[in-house]
């Protein structure tokens, strides 16, 4: 049964765009408070005419810290410009910040001395990457796009095939002396295992980096995941269960990193007008601060329902031979940012892509992440290490299908898009 309190979410009716491309049932819509809930925020902030740099956007803060369970949770335009200002922040090519584990008590906010710390200005004019971040293949370009802003090499590595996440033990065997950093990716919305990464990272004295794009909505023992790890930083886009319309968040308990995001998502500038570094527009807007706001109000709902549907999904497909789900890691509830299968074409009896153009047929829109992986896209391949393979990447990346899920998709959706993958191969 849906839970009660999702009544606050309104029925989203497909696009007209949507409708033109013959989609009736879409991949994704965003579970958004009632917009009684949102009006009078609006109204005050339009009136204020404070459109940035608000109470909204402090407050947004204070209630995912709070949630999380971080010291800081720094409000930002994206989850993809948080990650670049992460990696700015710590400077990694200089690879000097000392409170690089979270929480560690040498952190402190000294003004201007901390930037020689972390050789931010120092690192300057460097024209090709020198420090190598292990990251998982699959996973979204923005990982990668984050390090490569950054004057930093992506060193890909494989994934557990079950979870779709690295586990520790690929993660140290992949460290080498180039390696400044170590990122992962709660992929789809299974959290990592964070506290073993947390101990290899801490052997090696590396930083800890988590696209928790996915994270909002997940749990790890019953508690929300965003703690532990030098950062993880989320995604508040459409797609997400905690949707500002656009925005990010960067969770850390380290005060200096935080300290450096919060300027570089000001251009760098500490109010003095001397940029300190160069740093980016990324702050979030008011209006998108009060819509994550009163998003919270309905995340662990709209979490509960995400997780009710992929359980019909799982006990509706796994009757068919061939559909491989995704595991959950041991203690974890995931997000299902996205509900994805993988497609096995012997057992099955078709391809990953010949089950989704039997769907699109049908006005059912699907995804294929990530395809292809990162280590295949035109941007990255070159930083590819091809004596080293990634088998689990590829061979997700060849079968993985991501299903609808969101606001719009209850018990009756999942049955008819269950029913055509059932019967497409009679469509053929
Ligand atoms: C795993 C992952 N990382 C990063 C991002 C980028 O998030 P944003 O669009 O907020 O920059 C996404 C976007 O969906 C994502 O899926």
């Known amino acids: 049964m849906p839970d009660a309190r999702l009544s606050v979410i309104p029925e989203v009716r497909s696009t007209e765009s949507a409708a033109a491309a013959g989609i ?41 810290a709070r949630r999380l369970g971080v010291r800081h949770a720094v409000a930002v335009s994206s989850c993809t410009v948080g990650l670049m200002l992460v990696y700015k922040a710590l400077d990694l090519s200089a690879g000097s910040c000392r409170s690089r584990q979270g929480g560690d008590a040498e952190c402190s906010v000294n003004a201007l001395e901390p930037l020689s710390r972390f050789g931010v200005v120092r690192s300057g004019g ?65 959290p990592c295992d964070i506290p073993a990464l947390e101990a290899v990272a801490a052997e090696h004295g590396l930083p800890l980096v988590v696209d928790a794009a996915h994270g909002f909505g997940a749990s790890m ?53 001397d940029a300190l570094f160069s740093g980016v527009n990324g702050r979030m807007p008011e209006l998108s601060a009060v819509t994550a706001l009163a998003g919270l109000d309905i995340l662990d709902a709209v979490a509960t329902r995400r997780r009710q549907i992929a359980a019909v999904y799982r006990r509706e497909l796994s009757r068919l031979p061939g559909i491989g789900f995704i595991e959950p890691t041991a203690g974890a509830e995931p997000s299902y940012k996205d509900f994805s299968v ?35 896209q035109t941007a990255f391949e070159h930083f590819y290490d091809r004596s080293r393979p990634l088998p689990a990447t590829d061979l997700l990346a060849a079968r993985s299908l991501a299903l609808p899920i969101g606001a719009h998709v209850d018990e009756a959706v999942v049955a008819e898009v269950c029913d055509t993958i059932a019967n497409a191969k009679h469509s053929l």
């Open 24 to 64: 009736r049932v879409p991949f994704v819509r965003p579970a958004l408070p009632a917009p009684e809930a949102l009006l009078p925020a609006y109204e005050e902030i339009l009136r204020s005419g404070q459109l940035t740099k608000g109470k909204y956007v402090v407050a947004l803060e204070q209630a995912v």
């Open 126 to 190: 460097r024209s090709e990457p020198v420090g190598e971040v292990i990251i998982p293949s699959f996973t979204f370009l923005a990982g990668p796009a984050a390090l490569v802003w950054n004057n930093l090499r992506p060193a890909f590595i494989d994934v557990d095939p079950y979870t779709t996440n690295v586990t520790a033990q690929a993660v140290a065997a992949a460290i080498t002396p180039r390696t400044v950093a170590i990122s992962v990716c709660h992929n789809f919305g299974n």
């Open 221 to 273: 023992h019953r508690r929300p995941v965003g703690a532990g790890a030098t950062a993880q930083v989320f995604s508040l886009s459409p797609t997400k269960l905690l949707v500002a319309g656009e925005g990010g968040i960067v969770a850390t308990d380290c005060d200096c990193l935080a300290h450096f995001v919060r300027l570089g998502r000001e251009y760098g500038n500490d109010g003095s007008y």
């Open 342 to 376: 993988t497609i096995d074409p012997a057992r099955f009896g078709m391809s990953r892509d010949a089950l989704r153009r039997v769907l699109a047929g049908r006005g059912i829109e699907t995804r294929a992440y990530y395809n292809p992986p990162c280590h295949r």
